[in-house]
């Protein structure tokens, strides 16, 4: 097998996409990457991201590819999970308080961001399937719910994409309701959780 069919097989086993430095780290050059864009076998979705011809990438993959800090939390995170049957026409990021978000702004006016401080921002962090095959990070199911806890009692979210995401996360059969705690009690979101829990338990 030549070298041109190695890197394509590579990236066809993650979905159409790789990142440059993946694709270095597997021991393809960077000429080989450049004349495979060149002949139109990949091309370049973004800085430092190449997808074979004819890959359509969706947003949560393409942000979490070239901005790998950003965790996709509250209404994105919810989608994600399946909580919310609303795709978000804003999408929603937190990254760690002293990120430098310039560029990541830049490149995506539209997203939301929160920032969040090194205990918070790594808690309940997993992975979830983007629409396009990719798996992203997202915050888990139970975290979701703390944020949507913090959130309503800031008075600054919507009503019915809150009551639908309880709900949903109630009915789960994989809920997970001792981590649910103990995140509520790591985000001082306890209270809150035990006066929902007891109308919908």
Known sequence: M??????????????????????IDAGFSAGLIASLERRGNIERETRGVYVTAGTILDDFARIQLRWGRCVFSYGSALYLHGLSDRLPI????????????TGLTADNPTLIIHRAN???????????????????KTYSAERCICD???????????????????????RRRDKDLNKLNRYAKMLRMDDELHRYTEVLL
């Open 2 to 23: 030549s070298r041109t069919q190695k890197l394509m097989q590579f990236m066809e086993e993650r979905g159409g996409v790789a990142r440059s430095v993946d694709l």
């Open 90 to 101: 804003r999408l929603e990021v937190t990254v760690p308080r002293e990120y430098n978000a």
């Open 118 to 136: 090194k205990t918070t921002y790594d808690l309940g962090i997993t992975e979830a399937r983007s629409m396009s095959g990719i798996m992203v």
């Open 148 to 170: 949507l806890l913090a959130a309503r009692k800031k008075g600054n979210i919507d009503i019915q994409l809150f009551a639908g995401a309880m709900e949903g996360y109630f």
